[in-house]
């Protein structure tokens, strides 16, 4: 896929980071992100803490969690290769891996699943328009890296793996954070 084929970040990222910044000002409070995986141990974590140590660095005042579809990690650290190649990049991932809830998709303004399976089984979790609609794709915002419609679970691959994965989350979550900026602006 090209670049113009394959235009990020998608009018739906854009739409909803309009709706859920527009809904936290209403509530008075900031606005809540949740990054969903599988086993919530490697992309789910590491784009809560690029996120959140990107936020930081820029003065942002944002809530983010992760979790995964799978409950047999709870309680786990993120995996140990994801949190040494994270380390190298200067993000410590200190999260729990925790079972996502239904009521996570009232808790969250933006839900962002990692893959087709992520996704599909985060509509299926939305039992009303309003949840579906707060669903997103993390690619849906990686504009250096049109050619990846996910982020690949790096669990059954060697370090260059979870190399690739931290390059798409930097790169989708920087993105995801110009939209908020962007946004909160206007």
Do not use: W
């Not at 933006?110 to 087709?116: N, R, S």
Request: charged share 30%.
């Amino acid at each position: 896929m090209n670049k113009s084929t394959n235009y990020r970040p998608t009018e739906h990222s854009r739409a909803l980071v309009e709706e859920a910044l527009s809904r936290a000002k209403s509530e008075g409070r900031v606005p809540k992100i949740l990054f969903v995986c599988l086993g919530n141990i490697c992309r789910s974590p590491a784009a809560q803490g690029i996120t959140e140590k990107m936020a930081s660095e820029r003065g942002m005042d944002l809530e983010c969690d992760s979790a995964g579809f799978y409950g047999g990690h709870a309680g786990d650290l993120p995996d140990r290769r994801m949190r040494e190649a994270a380390y190298g990049r200067g993000y410590r991932l200190e999260h729990r891996a925790r079972k996502i809830k239904s009521y996570d998709l009232d808790d969250y303004d933006i839900v962002i699943g990692m893959d087709d399976y992520n996704i599909s089984d985060l509509h299926a979790l939305a039992d009303t328009e309003d949840k579906d609609r707060r669903i997103v794709r993390m690619t849906d915002f990686a504009v250096a890296y049109p050619e990846y419609d996910s982020v690949p679970d790096p669990y059954y691959e060697g370090a260059a793996g979870f190399q690739l994965v931290l390059n798409l989350l930097e790169d989708s979550c920087a993105t995801l954070l110009d939209l908020i900026e962007s946004e909160s602006k206007k």
